[in-house]
């Protein structure tokens, strides 16, 4: 892999590598159509440029597609795929299909830097960002390409920490140019990097899902470190803040853990927090994580508690978990650093 990879490149960029290559200036086009909109793996079958224009790209450059490697299938049919990186590392997507929709969940980086209580990924500490091409070429390498129709970057990593590519990612899957995707068909989740969140919805049209886990200070910083430096107060005050017009959509993502952020008190301290503002909660069980003391609420808490803030005014949905059994629910990715192997025999 000497060669740089033409896959996750922007527009821009070929253009700048036509300059580069003193090739014509609109084949930057062309290649963008065949490294986004057809199924080609070689410069070779770019067959509307020139001999010489792929003679010179080629000199310098590849595709960069990276097939996978392994493939897990769930009892529920959801399906865990393992990507080598070009570093040597590994990432994992899962692929959730459901009767409306069939939704692809990716990673933006090995490991994460984050250390979240509830995590696998975080557990696994944090071992390298994905470049755009990295983070595409999780939906560009699977089978069921042409069936995915959502997106979410809920994977291993935190988006916004790998922030330059992952705007990369958004672009080259929305543009004209690019797969042509629907923003409102994308959600990025973050635990609550405010300086990203910033850029994030000036930059995109994406939905955007907040990791929150408990409305009180003390209590989430157990749980997410990040507290400590951007507060869910100040994050809730951003979000607040902006106009988010009336396509986009923010939602809060809520794992409850039994005993601790499932009671009347954190029903009240959510509606206090989030009152007014129009979003959604998504409640989740949590997912048991190797030396981790938390317990998942039962089915009935849960439903009791989407009830509560459902009465408050504040909508409410309980995600039904996927991919439990191959660990590719959510919380439960993560793969080992050396090459070749996963923490769980993939």
Same mark, same amino acid.
């Given at each position: ?6 896959? =996750?490149k922007t *527009? ?12 014509? +200036?609109f084949?930057?086009? #062309?290649?963008?159509?065949?490294l986004?909109?057809? /199924?080609?793996?070689?410069?070779e079958e770019? &067959? /509307? ?10 000199e310098?450059?590849e595709?960069?597609?990276?097939p ?17 990186t ?22 933006? #980086? ?13 557990? #696994?500490?944090?071992?390298?960002n994905l ?18 129709? /959502? ?10 920490? /790998? ?23 994308? &959600? ?5 990097l405010?300086?990203g969140?910033?850029e ?14 408990s409305p ?10 990040v507290?400590?430096? *951007? ?19 923010? +939602? ?5 853990? @039994? ?6 008190r ?11 503002? !129009? ?12 030396g981790v003391p938390?317990?998942s ?6 439903e009791?508690? !989407?009830?509560a ?10 995600? #039904?978990? @996927? ?7 959510? =919380?439960?990715?993560? &793969?080992k650093?050396?090459?070749?192997? &996963?923490? !769980?025999d993939?």
């Amino acid at each position: 892999m000497s060669k740089e990879p033409l896959f =996750g490149k922007t *527009y821009d960029e070929l253009r700048a590598i036509a300059t580069l290559l003193d090739i014509p +200036s609109f084949s930057a086009r #062309q290649i963008a159509e065949w490294l986004y909109k057809k /199924n080609i793996s070689s410069i070779e079958e770019m &067959t /509307n440029l020139s001999k010489e224009t792929r003679r010179r790209l080629a000199e310098k450059y590849e595709t960069g597609l990276i097939p996978y490697k392994k493939v897990m299938e769930s009892a529920d049919g959801t399906r865990k795929y393992l990507f080598p990186t070009r570093q040597g590392k590994f990432v994992e997507a899962a692929y959730i299909p459901e009767s409306r929709r069939n939704t692809l969940c990716l990673s933006t #980086q090995v490991g994460c830097k984050m250390g979240c209580l509830f995590c696998m990924t975080g557990k #696994q500490g944090f071992q390298g960002n994905l470049t755009a091409g990295e983070i595409l070429n999780q939906l560009r390498s699977i089978p069921e390409l042409e069936n995915v129709t /959502n997106l979410v970057y809920m994977g291993m990593g935190e988006p916004l920490d /790998n922030l330059q590519e992952l705007m990369k990612s958004l672009e080259i899957l929305t543009s004209e140019y690019g797969f042509a995707m629907s923003p409102r068909r994308i &959600t990025v989740s973050t635990i609550g990097l405010i300086p990203g969140i910033r850029e994030f919805l000036k930059k995109s049209n994406c939905h955007l899902a907040v990791s929150l886990h408990s409305p009180f200070e003390e209590e989430r910083r157990h749980l997410m470190p990040v507290e400590s430096v *951007y507060s869910l107060a100040q994050v809730i005050e951003e979000l607040k803040s902006i106009d988010m017009g009336k396509q986009r959509r923010i +939602s809060f993502e809520y794992i409850m853990f @039994r005993d601790m952020n499932d009671t009347p008190r954190h029903v009240r301290e959510l509606v206090r927090l989030l009152g007014g503002m !129009r979003c959604r909660i998504n409640l989740i069980r949590f997912h048991p994580v190797p030396g981790v003391p938390l317990k998942s609420s039962d089915s009935v808490k849960m439903e009791q508690f !989407r009830e509560a803030l459902n009465k408050k005014g504040l909508f409410t949905t309980i995600r #039904q978990s @996927r991919g439990e059994d191959i660990y590719a629910a959510c =919380g439960m990715l993560s &793969t080992k650093t050396p090459a070749g192997e &996963t923490d !769980r025999d993939f």
